[in-house]
């Protein structure tokens, strides 16, 4: 009898994925030994009390399986902030699921939702993973532009994009890549737009303590009309400076939320559990988040106060840590091939925009991410003086 060692071959599920531009763009800062503002993390420590709340509960043995949907103490905390900051009650045994980040959460939310040939709005640019998401629930992904250089809604886009398929749209504001805040004005047309519908909303605020000069982050949980049919994503890893924790939540209406742990339980079950008891006993002090919009926004102007000093175009950066620059007047390259040449050239790594296009749109803009400290913002600066 003859063996057959030969390795099946696999026919892809995601044959437009490739390796990340992220990916390629940290692997060459690290050959060139460049200044990584490419990926959006920090380079630096988290209070050190959080560690100490998390170690406790390690200490106290609370290392086994916690209820699927998250230790009660830690949604009880998270419905009062929600309560506190946006208005809205959503019940913590119904309405509050704890996730392995905020990238579990939202394709856990897509899985539950999306049915086969179900069409998905996306506002391009985009987080990369909305895509792919999309394609593994065997839904349609519609592109919908937001508006090149300011990247601000085009609502009358957004209107036409809807037909009797739509099951869903992905909205992220704060924006990564680019930096814009919807105003309540924007999400107010949101609202008047999905009201004749039944389109679920998923709204992406991994960024919602990261919004700078004095406005204030308008949550999908604001708005009745949009709460209503509307899966809520946030993230502990981006708000705590903890982004390898990977822990996040999912705030919906309980017959949502129903069926995303239908799914959630499946794909991952439940979430680290010392972890989850040391967010609740951290969050116990407001402080943190509510001090954050500050604490990045000096990072934020630090750096555009060194950017001002080259040829580079600062374009707004209203939220998040992400500042995006246009480059026509630094090279004529394309905006992949310049973030090579920065990183070989230069020293310093950033994201090209075109990497958030599905069809690979090139604006001339680029994307850095400020958080860092400030003496790795200050040797990135001082290398981009030389363009």
Excluded at 141 to 156: A, H, I, N, S
Excluded at 341 to 353: D, K, M, N, Q, R
Aim: hydrophobic share 40%; aromatic share 10%; proline share 6%.
């Amino acid at each position: 009898m003859t063996m057959n060692s030969k390795t099946p071959t696999l026919q892809t599920k995601l044959p437009a994925v490739g390796t990340t531009i992220f990916t390629v763009m940290s692997t060459l800062a690290a050959e060139k030994n460049a200044v990584n503002l490419g990926q959006g993390f920090p380079d630096f420590n988290c209070d050190p009390h959080l560690v100490d709340v998390v170690t406790d509960a390690m200490k106290q043995g609370l290392n086994q399986y916690p209820p699927m949907t998250g230790v009660p103490v830690l949604r009880d905390a998270i419905a009062l902030k929600i309560k506190a900051l946006y208005g809205r009650d959503y019940h913590p045994a119904s309405e509050i699921t704890i996730t392995a980040g905020a990238t579990q959460a939202i394709i856990t939310i897509i899985l539950a939702v999306v049915h086969a040939g179900d069409e998905v709005i996306v506002l391009e640019p985009c987080y990369d993973s909305y895509v792919p998401n999309i394609e593994l629930a065997g839904g349609v992904t519609v592109r919908v532009p937001l508006t090149p250089g300011t990247f601000r809604p085009d609502f009358d886009k957004i209107a036409a994009a809807l037909t009797p398929k739509t099951r869903a749209i992905i909205v992220n504001s704060p924006h990564n890549p680019s930096g814009a805040v919807w105003t309540e004005a924007d999400m107010l047309r949101l609202q008047e737009i999905l009201s004749p519908t039944n389109v679920l909303l998923i709204s992406d605020e991994v960024y919602e303590h990261m919004v700078f000069d004095g406005q204030h982050h308008q949550s999908a949980a604001r708005f009745p009309g949009l709460a209503a049919r509307a899966f809520i994503v946030s993230s502990f890893g981006k708000t705590y400076h903890v982004t390898g924790w990977k822990v996040g939540y999912v705030a919906a209406p309980a017959s949502m939320t129903t069926e995303f742990r239908k799914v959630h339980q499946f794909n991952v079950f439940t979430v680290n559990t010392p972890v989850q008891y040391g967010l609740a006993a951290y969050m116990a002090n407001p402080k943190p988040y509510l001090e954050l919009p500050a604490f990045y926004q000096r990072k934020r102007d630090l750096f555009q106060a060194g950017l001002a000093r080259t040829k580079f175009k600062l374009l707004p950066s209203e939220g998040t840590y992400f500042q995006c620059v246009d480059i026509s007047e630094v090279s004529t390259l394309s905006e992949t091939e310049f973030c090579k040449w920065l990183t070989t050239e230069i020293g310093v790594a950033a994201i090209p925009l075109s990497a958030f296009y599905g069809n690979g749109f090139d604006q001339r803009v680029v994307r850095f991410c400020f958080a860092k400290k400030d003496e790795t913002l200050n040797a990135a600066l001082q290398r981009l003086a030389t363009l």
